[in-house]
C-alpha cells in the first residue's frame, strides 16, 4: 500500500469524505500528517502554500511527513519540500456548476454574494458585484483553477488554458471525479493498492437538500461561461478519469467493485448508524459529532448506535467524525501537548 500522499482537497467537492478516508488510514497505520502550524485547519488558505506552514517543518531537518491533506492553495516546489518524493498526488474535482450552487450558499458571505438575493441575479451581471482585487474573490470564481495555483480572472485563450492542463498533469498522478464518487474509490483503491475497507465512507460534510436549488439552462450557460477555466479543467480530468478506469480496472471488474464497495457501506451503515442514514444538525445527538455549520447551509451529521463494542464502536465512530473534530484529535495525538 501506498504511504506517502499529497491530496488536493478541492473546496466543495467532496473532499471532507475522501480528507476522512485519508485521516482514517493514516491513523490506522500510524502515518505523520503535515498539519497546519498551531494546529489550524488550513494552510494559510488562501495564500499559495509555503512549507514553513506546516507544524514541525525546519529547512535544516530532513524530516517528511507522510499526508497532506488540508486545504491549500497549491505550489508543488513548496509541497515537495514536506513529502517523500515517492508521494502519490492527487486531487477530485466536481462539475462546475454544481460547485457554484454550492459555493453560493455556503460562503454567502463572501464580497461578491453578499449584495445579491440568488445566484442567477449574480450570473446575469457579475462583474457588478465581483471585484478582482478582494482577497475572497475565488470563492465567486473559478474556485478549484484557484485552489490548483493559478489565475482564477486568467485568460481562457486555448493556448493558456492547454498550459493550465499540462501543468496539472505533470504534478498529479490522477484526479477523482466527485459526481462518481464509488468508481472513484475504486480507481483510489487500485492506484494506492489499498483494501476495500480502507477506502469505504459515508458522506461527510454534505448539505440538507432543502439548501439545494437547481438553475435554469440560461443561468448554467452564463455560469459556464464565467467559470470558463474550471469548466476546461473539469471537462478535460472527466475524459481521462474514464480512460484510466478503462485502463486500469475495465468494465466487467468496475461492476463487481462497485457492487463489493456498496455492499461493505450498507453493513457499516447497518452496524454503526441509529436510522438509515444522515440527520440535521439538530438531531445529532452526541455534540462531539455534530459538524461545523457554515454559511446558509445546513449541514448534516450522524448518531451512532448505542451499546457497540470496542472495536466497532472505534471504527464507527471515526467513520462519522466531522474533519474538524477528527483533524484536532490527530493532531494532539502528533503533538501531544506539553505539560510545564
Known amino acids: ?42 494552510l494559510s488558505y488562501p495564500y499559495h502554500f509555503l512549507a514553513r506552514f506546516v507544524q514541525g517543518f525546519s529547512p535544516h531537518s530532513p ?21 517523500p518524493s515517492s508521494a502519490v498526488y492527487f486531487s477530485i474535482l466536481r462539475n462546475p456548476v454544481q460547485l457554484m450552487e454550492s459555493s453560493f450558499v455556503y460562503y454567502k458571505g463572501a464580497s461578491a454574494f453578499s449584495r445579491v438575493r440568488s445566484l442567477e441575479e449574480f450570473l446575469r451581471q457579475p462583474l457588478r458585484y465581483y471585484d478582482p482585487s478582494r482577497g475572497d474573490r475565488h470563492y465567486a470564481r473559478n474556485l478549484m483553477t484557484f485552489d490548483f495555483g493559478f489565475n482564477p480572472d486568467g485568460d481562457v485563450s486555448p ?39 480502507s477506502v469505504v465512507s459515508f458522506p461527510l460534510n454534505s448539505r440538507d437538500s432543502s439548501t439545494k436549488s437547481s438553475l435554469p439552462a440560461s443561468s448554467v450557460e452564463r455560469l459556464k461561461a464565467w467559470n470558463r477555466l474550471d469548466w476546461e479543467i473539469y471537462a478535460h480530468f472527466n475524459r481521462s478519469f474514464w480512460e484510466r ?31 438509515t442514514g444522515s440527520v440535521a444538525p439538530k438531531d445529532i445527538k452526541d455534540s462531539s459529532l455534530r459538524p461545523l455549520q457554515h454559511g446558509g447551509a445546513r449541514i448534516l451529521g ?16 471515526r467513520l462519522v467524525t466531522p474533519e474538524l473534530q477528527y483533524s484536532s484529535l490527530l493532531y494532539k495525538k502528533q503533538f501531544p501537548p506539553q505539560h510545564p
Open 302 to 317: 450522524y448518531n451512532l448506535k448505542q451499546g457497540l463494542d470496542g472495536e466497532l464502536e472505534r471504527t464507527c465512530r
Open 1 to 42: 500500500p501506498k504511504t506517502d500522499i499529497v491530496f488536493l482537497k478541492v473546496h466543495k467537492s467532496a473532499s471532507s469524505t475522501v480528507m476522512n478516508i485519508l485521516f482514517r488510514f493514516g491513523e490506522t497505520h500510524n502515518l505523520t500528517f503535515a498539519f497546519p502550524r498551531g494546529g489550524g485547519f488550513q
Open 245 to 275: 478506469i478503462e485502463r486500469h480496472i475495465g468494465a466487467a471488474r468496475l461492476r463487481r467493485e462497485l457492487r463489493a464497495l456498496r455492499a461493505r457501506r450498507a453493513a457499516l451503515a447497518e452496524s454503526c448508524l441509529q436510522g
Open 159 to 197: 493556448e493558456r488554458v492547454q498550459l493550465m492542463l499540462r501543468a496539472i498533469e505533470a504534478s498529479f498522478d490522477f484526479l477523482l471525479i466527485s459526481e462518481y464518487f464509488d468508481e472513484s474509490m475504486v480507481l483510489l483503491k487500485e492506484m494506492l493498492c489499498w483494501d476495500l475497507d
Open 63 to 83: 524530516r517528511r511527513f507522510n499526508i497532506l491533506c488540508h486545504h491549500m492553495r497549491f505550489l508543488q516546489p513548496e509541497v515537495q519540500k514536506v513529502v
